[in-house]
């Protein structure tokens, strides 16, 4: 039963079912939250929705493994599933599902898959590149996107010359101030160029960021593998856009003497490639995955004193916190893409010296001036 | 520590179909879309100008229409002025010549006056004269016959003269 517990679970981040805790908490062994938690807000090659007493209900998705000298090979990951439906007994599958430990599913083409990983029988190498719950949350939220902003741009055909109209005035002036707040004040004249990058990314961001908190829904922000890339492509698109002052400044550092030069270029170095790209992944990361951990730790609470009496308390402070997330969603997807943009503007800036910058804040126009911490 | 383990599969799909939204994006929203605000922006700058430019043209106008007419006013009164000259002007040479006209008049009726008196002087004179060679004619004559009467004669005429 508390396998069943840790099934329900699947909904509790949707909080009205938290409030029906099933009686069987006690029958079985300690409840593990930090398991499930662990469940929730990871990745896993099949999209569990939500259980009955005598079925799952899960998605499986298809898995592509790529061996050297053996190739590709697609499937679906049903084969790697410890037990099929009824769930009813105990059954390595619903053990995996429930917080994944020790499943031991079938072999399938010399592949299988232990604590959620892909690995071959015989120990060879493997790439996983299995449209895995992220991947398929991905894809769901790149066709809304590709909807939702090409209606709105549709709205701009339509209404030319005319006040915007419906979708179209909600976003307008989000970007609007991506356009005018962040790009022209940290990236200065040259902003116009990575306006669609700006703009995909905040909005990759903040989309993902409440798709996450959608009940059964994947956590795709709050998986490193994907700010990590959102940081590296932000990194390359920094390092492709540098000028000249730019790796002036990091290889000769004005104002330093040569004999610290040795020093200061690591320094530097270190802060270009890893120190900004690495912030920006944990940052989102974390705070994403923090939000669903506290969030789950919450509903656990219920299950943990196996006593219904504690759901209010559990479900207010839930709400509380997802209300909470909901903020967090959208001011980490603006730290993003103004911390993106002022890597860019650090990168894009004609003029670095101090004196310089001094004059110009009493004589240039608002807009020239690139207000760039990350530069000095 | 799954979870602060990148996973290469989800990086690979991440990065396709994160670039592949970004291009698509790009191509069919974010450029319609901030071409439209940039279009609409400045179409709205530029109808604030126009109305600002419109603002002064019309000040301009009021200022030009406002000129005008202090200038017609000023003319008019330049002409009621000229006109008050030249009437008087009119009027006062109207006078003068009235006057010459009057001296000239007088003047000649003088000169005719003096004229016809000359003439009636002449034509005394010549008179007395004719009445004088007359006189000695006839007294020649009477001379010729009686002294005595010749002196009653000369008398008688002198006393006709002096009755003239």
């Known amino acids: ?376 | 520590m799954d979870i602060v383990t990148p996973e290469l599969g989800l990086i690979f799909w991440q990065l396709v179909i994160f670039l592949l939204v970004l291009f698509l994006l790009a191509k069919f929203a974010w450029k319609p879309i901030l071409l439209a605000l940039r279009d609409r922006e400045d179409s709205i700058d530029n109808a604030l100008r126009m109305a600002e430019q419109a603002k002064l043209e019309m000040q301009n106008l009021k200022a030009g229409n406002e000129k005008l007419l202090a200038d017609a006013r000023h003319e008019r009164d330049q002409m009621l002025k000229e006109g008050q000259n030249i009437a008087n002007q009119l009027v006062e040479k109207a006078k003068t010549d009235a006057t010459e006209e009057a001296n000239r008049i007088a003047q000649q009726a003088r000169e005719s006056i003096q004229q016809e008196k000359n003439q009636a002087l002449a034509e005394v004179r010549n008179t007395a004269a004719q009445l004088s060679v007359d006189i000695a004619e006839r007294l020649l004559r009477r001379e010729l016959a009686d002294p005595a009467a010749q002196q009653k004669l000369v008398d008688e005429y002198l006393k006709d003269v002096k009755l003239n």
């Open chain 1, 1 to 376: 039963m508390k396998r069943l517990l840790t099934l329900f679970f699947c909904l509790c981040t949707f909080a009205g079912f938290a409030a029906e805790p099933t009686e069987g908490g006690e029958k079985e062994e300690a409840f593990n939250p930090g398991e499930m938690i662990l469940h929730h807000i990871g990745d896993s090659h099949e999209w569990h929705w939500f259980s009955t007493d005598d079925n799952h209900f899960t998605s499986y998705l298809p898995i592509i493994a790529y061996r050297p000298g053996k190739g590709l090979s697609v499937f679906s990951s049903k084969k790697l599933a410890a037990e099929p439906h009824p769930a009813r007994e105990e059954s390595p599958s619903r053990k995996r599902a429930a917080g994944g430990s020790h499943s031991e599913g079938p072999e399938y083409d010399g592949l299988m898959l232990r604590e959620g990983k892909l690995m071959t029988a015989d120990g060879s190498k493997v790439y996983d590149l299995s449209i895995t719950k992220n991947a398929v949350a991905l894809l769901g939220s790149a066709v809304l996107m590709l909807v939702v902003f090409t209606s709105v741009a549709a709205g701009y055909k339509k209404n030319q010359g005319r006040a915007p109209k419906g979708i179209q005035s909600f976003f307008e002036p989000i970007i609007i101030f991506i356009r005018d707040e962040i790009a022209k004040k940290s990236i200065g004249p040259k902003y116009e160029r990575y306006m669609p990058y700006l703009l995909t990314v905040f909005f990759f961001i903040w989309f993902n960021n409440l798709l996450g908190l959608t009940p059964g829904a994947a956590n795709l922000t709050g998986n490193i593998a994907v700010t990590a890339t959102l940081a590296i492509i932000t990194l390359v698109i920094t390092l492709f856009s540098a000028n000249k002052n730019y790796w002036a400044h990091i290889f000769a550092t004005p104002g330093v003497p040569k004999l610290l030069l040795p020093i200061m270029v690591p320094v530097e170095l270190i802060g270009a490639f890893l120190v900004k790209p690495v912030s920006l992944t944990i940052r989102l990361f974390a705070n994403i995955t923090a939000g669903h951990i506290v969030i789950l730790s919450f509903i656990s609470l219920i299950f943990i004193f196996r006593s219904p009496a504690v759901a209010p308390i559990s479900l207010a402070f839930g709400l509380f916190i997802n209300v909470l997330e909901l903020l967090v969603a959208i001011l980490q997807a603006y730290i993003f893409t103004l911390l993106t943009a002022m890597y860019i503007g650090g990168a894009v800036e004609e003029h670095h010296h101090d004196e310089e910058h001094a004059l110009d804040m009493q004589t240039g126009p608002a807009g020239s001036v690139i207000p760039n911490p990350a530069a000095h």
